[in-house]
């Protein structure tokens, strides 16, 4: 099956500090999606960006099909930031499939 | 709107019970999943569902079972309860893939004690 691959698997920033993350995957996907998962548990939808480039305030992502990888950019981090960000991948046969995640620790 | 309901959202159980999570949506999606969140680890697709009466295996479908009787809901059985299972439980839906946007929308979550 597709594999899903997140890095860096863990990161601290101080406040105000820009960063990135990435999702590699073995195959040719469907659909791509970024989530945050805050340190109550609960998953909350960034993007979904089988291709291309998007952005949401401070936050943006763009993927590379051909290449098949996917990077998600935090610009200007804030303490609410931190969590767990995780990439997920439907490649087909309707399965969505996670990777490992990104643990983020902002710091005031 | 209420989204994606998981019940209950808390559970402990002894060893070799069973029980039953229930996943209900309002959002008249045909996917449905549940996935399990071991600590420090992502989601690992258990079952899942493309429309009312079809059910699948997933990557870790062992010790569980599943039904889908309505389009609405998707239940997720342990029949005889292992300490392994101690985990949080997801359940997600999706619309078709690709129309209008194929995205994943989660429940909170049910987090099972198995003692």
């Known amino acids: 099956g597709i594999q899903v691959e997140q890095s860096p698997p863990d990161l601290i920033l101080q406040e105000g500090a820009n960063s990135t993350l990435r999702c590699n995957f073995s195959?040719?996907?469907?659909?791509l999606q970024w989530f945050h998962q805050n340190p109550w548990g609960q998953l909350i939808n960034l993007f979904y960006?089988?291709?291309g480039t998007k952005q949401n305030g401070r936050l943006s992502a763009t993927t590379v099909a051909t290449e098949r990888y996917s990077l998600l950019y935090i610009s200007s981090s804030q303490t609410t930031d931190s969590g767990v960000y995780f990439c997920?991948?439907?490649?087909?046969?309707?399965?969505?499939?996670f990777g490992a995640g990104t643990r983020l620790f902002v710091k005031a | 709107n209420a989204g994606v309901t998981q019940t209950p959202k808390f559970r402990v159980l002894k060893t070799g019970q069973s029980m039953t999570l229930l996943c209900a949506q309002d959002?008249?999606?045909?996917?449905m999943y549940w996935y399990r969140q071991d600590p420090g680890m992502g989601l690992r697709l258990i079952h899942y569902?493309?429309?009312?009466?079809?059910?699948a295996k997933g990557e870790v479908p062992d010790g569980y079972n599943v039904s889908r009787l309505k389009k609405q809901n998707f239940l997720l059985g342990l029949e005889s309860a292992a300490p392994s299972q101690t985990s949080v439980y997801f359940c997600?839906?999706?619309?078709?893939?690709?129309?209008?946007?194929?995205?994943?929308?989660f429940g909170e979550g049910s987090r099972l004690t198995v003692l």
């Open positions: 997600a839906t999706r619309e078709l893939a690709g129309f209008p946007h194929g995205e994943l929308f």
């Open positions: 195959d040719s996907v469907n659909n």
């Open positions: 960006i089988p291709s």
């Open positions: 997920a991948v439907e490649a087909g046969g309707f399965k969505t499939i």
């Open positions: 959002m008249n999606h045909e996917y």
């Open positions: 569902s493309v429309g009312e009466g079809t059910t």
